[in-house]
T-cell receptor, first 113, second 109 residues
């Protein structure tokens, strides 16, 4: 079963703590993306990766970090520097960068207590 | 600047009727326009796209219309079903994909 998975589905953290969100895909896609979604809002791009060992900042990268050591995996770390981290985080992948069809994971809802 | 938005945040449609979801865009240089569907608690799912040199494209039960003169995009869903209840996002691509804020489609029984 090919697809993209994110874990955990719900995540709670205390202020000042870093937290890492997992994203894995077995679609053999080169490009991967992280988006943030706030209530009633569209998707805002945090980071993206065109290929292994390469990634670029999106529109709202401050307070976040990523790595792309394997083609299948693109974890996102929400650091304590992110001032308003409570949100729904979506990971996506596509065959190539900027392809029209992106495949999204089910999302992780992060709540900072 | 670049922006993709929607005219109505919520649309209520009777089951069996046709739905029309609208979107305005501002970047005339965009290559493609895309519609995504997001069901509650899930990630968005690609529905259909249209290239900027086309004005209409049909899929299964869906039609996308592009009016470049007024920078307007619409998604028509025929014979709306309960499973169509979701938030619909339009998006545009130039060197990257930019998503609009979304319209919630609510199906009335």
């Amino acid at each position: 079963d090919g697809g993209i998975t994110q874990s955990p589905k719900y995540l709670f953290r205390k202020e000042g703590q870093n937290v890492t969100l997992s994203c894995e895909q077995n679609l053999n896609h080169d490009a991967m993306y992280w988006y943030r979604q706030d209530p009633g809002q569209g998707l805002r791009l945090i980071y993206y990766s065109q290929i292994v060992n390469d990634f670029q900042k999106g529109d709202i990268a401050e307070g976040y970090s990523v790595s792309r050591e394997k083609k299948e995996s693109f974890p996102l770390t929400v650091t304590s520097a992110q001032k308003n981290p409570t949100a729904f985080y979506l990971c996506a992948s596509s065959m190539i960068l900027a392809a029209n069809e992106q495949f999204f994971g089910p999302g992780t809802r992060l709540t900072v207590l | 600047g670049e922006s993709v938005g929607l005219h109505l945040p919520t649309l209520s449609v009777q089951e069996g009727d046709n739905s029309i979801i609208n979107c305005a865009y501002s970047n005339s240089a965009s290559d493609y326009f895309i519609w995504y569907k997001q069901e509650s608690g899930k990630g968005p799912q690609f529905i259909i796209d249209i290239r900027s040199n086309m004005d209409k494209r049909q899929g299964q039960r869906v039609t996308v219309l592009l009016n470049k003169t007024v920078k307007h995009l619409s998604l028509q869903i025929a014979a709306t079903q309960p499973g169509d209840s979701a938030v619909y996002f339009c998006a545009e691509t130039y060197d990257k994909i930019i998503f609009g804020k979304g319209t919630r489609l609510h199906i009335l029984p």
